[in-house]
């Protein structure tokens, strides 16, 4: 049995009734706030390994990760280092630095998909780019997407666009967002290739990028069928529209290259960004040197950023890739993560749960729908009391995942195979509880 704390909140909680006269909801970004699943968020104090500690000295597993960005868990000490070797001749400068030039070269040296790079300081900043240089390229105005992807909260983007808005929303679209940028989206159902064929041949010659989640992870995890990712970019070929790659979650987790490299589609524009970043805050939007031609300065696609490339976030960047540029990396992440898996879904199995952990990569999400393929966002269950559950028998028996049953959990260098036997062995007894 693993030891079932009676978990302290005192702490947390004081500290929520204060951030909530400091920040709407008590935080600064919605998914934090624990509104889907009970009580005061913890506070975390620290992270170290695989391990963070929250105000009331809970310890916790964690498979949140800061949302993706960890993958060599908390405090590497390659990355700490670099960090702390670099802020020692100062934190920006507003000017070149050859930090920049590392990271691209780090990056460009092994990724066959995109000839120049641009860094900015967020996944939202770098899809928000990306549309307007796809748009200053093509000449077209609407954008495709996919229902269900979240590419952050670029407005023309928060139209159905999945687990921030689903948790909260009655909508899934957010308010303030002009009908006029509304009606420059286009939204079409995941793995659906007939309403994808539809939509082209209506409005391709307005297209100017499809964008999508190649591995969708922010609405549950709706793994695409690969002829679906292959049709969508021969019809963006034939109609001269940009298939855009948001990889900010799926780059440099999946494979280092991303979904375009697991999956071998070669896209037109991508972004990155969490991992990219090493924990620090760093996006980045890529295409080949024709696109990225029309970028300011030397096109008329204006973008640009005080804090852009900033050196004490690429230096976390250098440390954090040059682990993942090491052979084997991916194959390892991956085995410890079937490992884990398996040994929570043959409990689930055996025990007849109505409860499936889906997986690819070291990522995976808590499926209350049994064995069906979910490959769209509406064949979710919205009923979320499973979730509920499950993550507060969790909590308590010292497993934390991010608060929200659409979003996906994350697996890091530290989940020894040693940890993920005791997470594991939370999973099947959380389960048991609950069902
Ligand atoms: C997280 C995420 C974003 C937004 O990135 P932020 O850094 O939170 O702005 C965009 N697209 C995808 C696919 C993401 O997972």
Redesign the pocket.
């Known amino acids: 049995m693993i030891a079932k704390n009676t978990l302290k909140r005192t702490v947390s909680e004081g500290l929520f009734e204060k951030s909530k006269t400091y920040f709407p909801g008590g935080v600064n970004?919605p998914v934090r706030a624990f509104k889907s699943v009970e009580g005061a968020p913890l506070f975390i104090k620290k992270g170290d390994g695989c391990h963070i500690w929250d105000e009331d000295d809970n310890k916790f597993i964690d498979f949140c990760c800061s949302?993706?960005p960890l993958i060599l868990g908390h405090n590497h000490p390659n990355v700490y280092a670099k960090i702390v070797e670099t802020l020692q001749n100062g934190s920006s400068f507003g000017a070149p630095t050859r930090l920049e030039n590392e990271l691209a070269e780090l990056i460009l040296s092994k990724n066959p998909f995109i000839d120049k790079i641009r860094f900015v300081s967020?996944?939202?900043?770098?899809?928000m780019s990306a549309i307007r240089l796809s748009r200053g390229y093509t000449k077209k105005n609407k954008v495709l997407k996919f229902e269900g992807?979240?590419?952050?909260?670029v407005d023309s983007m928060l139209v159905k666009a999945g687990s921030g808005l689903v948790t909260f929303g009655t909508s899934s679209t957010s308010e303030g967002i002009p009908q006029s940028y509304i009606d420059e989206t286009l939204v079409v159902e995941l793995n659906d290739i007939d309403a994808l064929r539809k939509c082209i041949a209506e409005y391709g010659d307005e297209i100017a990028c499809a964008i999508i989640?190649p591995i969708p992870?922010?609405n549950g995890l709706l793994l695409q069928e690969l002829t679906f990712l292959q049709e969508l970019r021969k019809l963006c070929t034939e109609n001269n529209i940009l298939l855009f790659f948001?990889?900010?979650?799926?780059g440099f987790r999946v494979a280092f290259s991303g979904a375009a490299e697991l999956y071998g589609i070669t896209p037109d524009i991508v972004?990155y960004?969490?991992i990219i970043g090493g924990g620090l805050?760093v996006?980045a939007y890529g295409a080949r040197k024709e696109i990225m031609a029309h970028v300011s300065p030397d096109g008329g696609v204006y973008q640009a950023g005080t804090l852009s490339g900033n050196p004490v976030a690429m230096a976390a960047g250098i440390a954090q890739l040059t682990e993942l540029a090491k052979p084997g990396f991916y194959e390892d992440q991956e085995e410890r993560t079937k490992y884990f898996v398996n040994l929570v879904n043959a409990h689930a199995k055996s025990q007849g749960y109505n409860f499936e952990l889906v997986t690819i990569g070291s990522i995976f999400w808590l499926s209350f729908d049994g064995k069906k393929h979910i490959r769209r966002a509406g064949e979710i269950n919205p009923d979320m009391t499973g979730f509920r559950k499950i993550f507060l028998a969790l909590l308590e028996r010292g497993v934390y995942l991010g608060p929200s049953g659409y979003e996906v959990g994350f697996i890091s260098i530290a989940h020894t195979k040693e940890i993920l036997d005791q997470a594991a062995q939370a999973f099947c007894e959380a389960l048991d509880e609950i069902y």
Do not use: F, L, Q, R
């Open positions: 970004s949302w993706g967020s996944g939202t900043e770098a899809v992807c979240y590419h952050g909260h989640e992870a922010n948001d990889e900010v979650i799926s972004t960004g969490k805050p996006g």
